[in-house]
């Protein structure tokens, strides 16, 4: 998938290597959301008996709850991180109006670190990878990656071959 990968702003000799989505885990507010969507519910139900007051306020609990549930999912779903030959990118949709993007050059990058807290986190392999800069923005955050420490490495290993690349042609031009 990574190598078909394309988004706005790819530069025509940036390659994709990796493209990583937020752990799906990230989406349980949803399923919170409905049990208490459907306590309301069944508490409607129990009060009033089925009547039209009862069926227009279900109707409404339901109505928010799709909605609520598909805006989460546009989020999630919105979101990415790109891992080039040249640059990480994180792009953040943090509403329906209100998008984020940041990037770190590879050759900037100074000091990567993973970060994996909670129970839940660690059972499930997530977490985050710290990225420090050197750069004026200073820090892009992969959070809540599936195996953050593979992500790394991967980052590590492009950082490694960019660096090896340059090396190389400075000896030949020399």
Do not use: C
Request: charged share 20%; hydrophobic share 45%; no cysteine.
């Amino acid at each position: 998938m990574s190598e078909e990968y394309s988004f706005r702003g790819k530069r025509s000799n940036e390659q994709v290597l990796l493209v990583v989505k937020q752990h799906p885990w990230v989406l349980m507010p949803i399923v919170w959301v409905w049990l208490v969507l459907i306590t309301i519910i069944a508490l409607l139900v129990w009060k009033f008996g089925l009547s039209a007051i009862s069926s227009y306020a279900i109707f409404g609990v339901l109505g928010f709850g799709l909605l609520y549930s598909l805006y989460q999912w546009f989020i999630w779903n919105n979101s990415d991180y790109i891992i080039t030959n040249q640059r990480v990118i994180k792009i953040d949709q943090n509403g329906l109006l209100n998008r984020e993007i940041s990037e770190a050059e590879i050759e900037r990058i100074q000091e990567i670190s993973t970060e994996i807290k909670g129970p839940i986190r660690t059972v499930f392999n997530f977490g985050r990878v710290k990225i420090q800069t050197a750069s004026s923005y200073g820090r892009v955050d992969l959070e809540d990656v599936v195996d953050p420490y593979d992500i790394q490495q991967e980052i590590v290993r492009v950082q490694r071959s960019v660096s090896e690349s340059s090396s190389d042609s400075r000896v030949t031009l020399r």
